[in-house]
């Protein structure tokens, strides 16, 4: 099949490119990397009148720490991410990338297309929920910021109006006493996640905080602090980090019920989901711990 017929205009200016997709009246899209974009035309499960293309926008390609946070404009591939060593400031984006897709993929497809596109399965909108990251959204009214836990709201359904742009993401930088944990389990490498998990552990004297973000288990990345579960399990084991896993599992049952409610698929029911969710949670949140004392400086790296 082919895409139905569509305009196509490329603007060289944020302004002009926000113009074009409001003199649509609500018709038209962004394309960025077209790597889900061009699919959805070809099968015609999406007829937009034009596409507004906005790769030839030099503003829409910041990428740079400042003030704090990763910024990460509308055109950066996320190819470019995975490679640039400035990344190492948000762990989470170097152990998330090589999971998305393939690398050919990953050489047009952007950090904001993934984002805007929002499929619940996806890796880059867990680990935007899970540092609740800044999304930077552009329309007629101007530029607003909206946190990434109310960015998502249902399976490919975000807070972007028909006539926004999203036009960056900014990550907070990882401090002291800080650490993270991912996995996922796909049938093959670079599908999308059966189920997976992003852990963000924070060691601050005798406080612990813990994250946890749970993909592919519901129609959006699920958020919820997992500090309790921590602390219960650092009670069991008395603190031996070899036996934290084991002791995690019991606590994380009842997050896992509560976070996991898909409904089972032809590739895995929902009872098998929320195993997954709590093996690879319980393993995640261990390591997340392990790493953030170590960065604490509470153990020798
Ligand atoms: C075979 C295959 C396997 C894949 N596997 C994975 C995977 O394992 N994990 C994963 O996460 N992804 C996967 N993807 C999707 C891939 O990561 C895409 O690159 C990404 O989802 C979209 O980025 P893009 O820049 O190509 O966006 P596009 O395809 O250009 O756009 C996607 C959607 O977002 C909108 N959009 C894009 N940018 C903006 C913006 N700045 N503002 C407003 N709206 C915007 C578009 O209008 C469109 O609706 C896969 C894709 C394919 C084809």
């Given at each position: 099949m082919k895409a139905a017929p569509f305009a196509y205009v490329r603007p060289s200016s944020l302004s002009d490119a926000i113009a074009e997709l409001a003199s649509t009246g609500g018709g038209g899209k962004v394309i960025a990397g077209g790597q889900s974009l061009v699919p959805v035309l070809a099968m015609r499960l999406a007829r937009p009148e034009t596409l507004v293309d906005i790769n030839a926008v030099a503003e829409l390609d910041r990428f740079g720490t400042a003030d704090g946070y990763l910024e990460i404009g509308a055109t950066v591939r996320q190819r470019r991410v995975e490679r640039d060593p400035v990344s190492a400031t948000v762990p989470l984006l170097g152990m998330a990338l090589p999971w998305v897709g393939h690398r050919e993929l990953r050489s047009r497809g952007t950090v904001c297309g993934s984002l805007a596109h929002a499929d619940p399965a996806a890796e880059l909108p867990a680990v935007a929920c899970c540092l609740n990251a800044e999304l930077t959204v552009t329309g007629t009214g101007g530029?607003?910021?909206?946190?990434a836990r109310e960015f998502f709201s249902g399976a490919m359904t975000t807070a972007l109006g028909p006539e926004d742009i999203l036009t960056a993401v900014r990550f907070p930088v990882a401090g002291k006493g800080e650490g993270f944990g991912f996995a996922e389990i796909a049938r093959r490498?670079?599908?999308?996640a059966l189920a997976g998990v992003v852990a963000r552990v924070r060691v601050r004297g005798t406080e612990t905080d813990a994250q946890l973000t749970g993909f592919g288990v519901s129609d959006r990345p699920v958020t919820r602090s997992a500090a309790g579960e921590l602390a219960a399990a650092l009670r069991e084991s008395g603190g031996e980090v070899s036996r934290l896993p084991g002791a995690l599992s019991d606590p994380l049952t009842a997050l896992a019920e509560e976070l996991v409610d898909t409904d089972g698929d032809a590739h895995a029911s929902r009872d098998y989901r929320r195993r997954l969710?709590?093996?690879?949670?319980?393993?995640?949140?261990s390591k997340a711990y392990e790493r953030a004392r170590r960065s604490a400086g509470e153990v020798d790296s």
């Open positions: 530029a607003r910021r909206v946190p490498h670079g599908d999308f969710f709590r093996t690879l949670a319980s393993r995640e949140l």
